[in-house]
Structure formats: C-alpha cells, structure tokens
C-alpha cells in the first residue's frame, strides 16, 4: 500500500521538475525565431496562436537560451568590430575606457533601434491593439494567454536582452545610476514573465513598443559627445551640436512616449482592466511593477530636466547619468 500511494506523489514531483530535452527547446526557439523573420519580411508561417508552452519549462529554458544569445551577440560584436572602429574613430588622444564607453553606447543604439524597428512592425499589427478594451475584454475566454509566435519570439527576445543587461551591467563601467538601471533590468524582466504567465502579453506588448524609441536618439548623442570630446577643436563644436540635436529630440520622445502614453497603460491597467474581470495575484503584481516602471521614468525625466537646464545656462549637454569619467585613467591632480 505504501508503495502504490507513493508513486503517484513522486511522480507528479518528477513533472513539477522535469526538463525538456535540448531537441525541443531549440525546435521551439528556431520555430518561433523563424515566424517571426518571416513576419518581418512579410513571408510568416501559418499557424495558430498558441498558449505558453509550460511542459518542461520549455518557454523558460527558450528565455535562458535566447539571453545566452542576445549576450555573445552583444558582446562578440562590441569586441570584435565595435571597440576597433572606435578606437579610430576617436583618436589617438582617446583613452581606453572612452572607447569602451563609446562601444556601450554603439550597442544600445543598435539593441534600442532594432525592438524600435521590431515593436512598430509587430505591435500595432495585432488585432487587439486598440482600443485599449480589447487589452482585457478576452480574459475570461482565456484567449489572452495566446500569442503569435512572432509576438511570443518578440516577446521572449525582448526579455533575453534585459535578462543580458543585467550581467552585461555589471561587466561595464559603473554609472551614477548604476542601481536604477539595475532595478529597471530586473523589474522589465520580471514583468514580461508574468505578463506572459499570465496572459498580460497584450499590455506589455504595447509597454515593450512604447518604451525603446526615446533610446536610440539618447546614445546616437553620446556618441557624438564622445567623438567631440577625442577629437576636440573644430570637431568637438560640431560634434556637440550634432549632441545637443539628438539630445532634444530624446527630450521629447521620453516626454511624449514614457511620460505621455505609457501613464495611460498604468491607467488602463489601474482601472480598465478590473471592469473585465478580478484581479489576482498575478494582476496586482503586474500593475505594481508597472507603477515601479513608472517611478523610473519620473526619475530620469528629472535628471533630463537637470541637463536641460546645463545646456541653455551653460551651453552644452552632459550625460549626467555617465559616471565620473575616466578618473581611472587620466593622471590624478596634485594638490
């Protein structure tokens, strides 16, 4: 008797931990990865949306693999054509830290410009996108746990590259907000896997889409700032004016996209959302990590805001998120 009761028991324990194989995590991360190039490029398989694949953690063990590769990209290109290029393209009177800072920046517009690229493709085109009722209104049917596999392959590479960003962090230089972007890599990861456990893909979709294109303008002048200050002289004035151009419209984009439209997804989520069905734990977790998302713009716009005010006292713009410089190369001062 012992014996047949216990086997049920350890064999429901065997399902809660069991793996799936290698052949299927990478069948299930080529099949995803290929709609959605083919949804890109107008030639997407036929196929049914589907709900998250949670025998063998398979859509986890997909993340993990996704990130891994979103972080030897990065990297492998960073060190191996960025850092080269850079370093001619600042000059001899650079340093190496300048040159890393540049490759940083390189990346990040590379990583923020193609989601830009892949959210507007991708987001606006589902049928549910707007109004933002239809975010909810199929939650009781259970409709909302299904997702495309080009949106569940944007949705997963969306997560890889914070997931990434949260090693690739602390391998970089140390930046005055290095905790904030910590917390914001942590919380964006966090919450599109329980967007996706739980059927929030659609918000955070739209949250993915909102949220990247202030970015791309933000690095493309740093890198100009970077360039102005290696090189100096008549460059650095024209670099700082390609800077100070770039600067403004990242101003503006931040302003309209994460302080204009996205309050109206944390409002959405506040109150629209519970008019279609009651919330649970994993819908307050949502709206929470939604509000923390939000705190952070609120807090970067401040430190814009800070910089804004340099440019027109001073007269050009200084990324005050950056850390010190390169104190750690440059010969201290005497006293």
């Not at 299927?24 to 949804?39: D, K, M, N, P, Q």
């Not at 490759?103 to 049928?127: D, R």
Request: aromatic residues 14%; hydrophobic residues 50%; charged residues 20%.
């Amino acid at each position: 008797g012992t014996g047949a009761s216990a086997l049920p028991r350890s064999s429901s324990i065997a399902t809660m931990v069991s793996i799936a194989s290698w052949s299927t995590v990478s069948g299930e991360t080529a099949r995803i990865l290929v709609a959605f190039f083919g949804f890109l490029t107008g030639d997407e398989p036929k196929a049914k949306p589907r709900a998250p694949v949670t025998e063998g953690h398979t859509d986890v063990l997909v993340f993990l693999l996704l990130s891994a590769g979103v972080f030897f990209v990065n990297w492998g290109l960073r060190k191996a054509v960025v850092e080269p290029l850079a370093a001619k393209l600042l000059g001899a009177k650079s340093t190496k830290s300048k040159v890393q800072k540049f490759a940083q920046s390189c990346m990040e517009m590379v990583f923020y410009g193609a989601f830009t690229v892949f959210g507007a493709l991708v987001v606006p085109g589902q049928t549910w996108f707007w109004p933002s009722k239809l975010w909810w209104s199929d939650y009781k049917s259970g409709k909302m746990l299904f997702v495309t596999d080009a949106l569940k392959a944007y949705y997963l590479l969306y997560a890889a590259r914070y997931a990434q960003g949260i090693v690739s962090c602390l391998i970089e230089h140390k930046r005055k907000d290095f905790w904030e972007m910590q917390m914001h890599h942590i919380v964006t990861v966090s919450l599109i896997g329980i967007s996706y456990a739980f059927g929030w893909n659609r918000v955070g979709a739209v949250v993915m889409a909102l949220l990247d294109p202030a970015d791309v303008p933000l690095h493309v002048a740093k890198q100009f700032k970077y360039v102005g200050d290696a090189r100096g002289g008549k460059t650095q004035k024209i670099m700082q004016t390609g800077a100070d151009i770039f600067f403004v419209v990242f101003m503006l984009l931040f302003a309209v996209m994460r302080l204009g439209l996205y309050p109206y997804v944390v409002w959405s989520s506040t109150f629209e959302g519970p008019r279609h069905f009651t919330y649970g734990a994993g819908a307050y977790a949502c709206v929470a990590l939604l509000f923390v998302l939000l705190g952070l713009q609120v807090y970067w716009f401040a430190l814009i805001l800070k910089v804004a005010i340099k440019v027109i006292t001073s007269g050009a713009a200084e990324d005050v998120r950056s850390d010190d410089e390169d104190e750690e190369d440059e010969p201290k001062k005497k006293k």
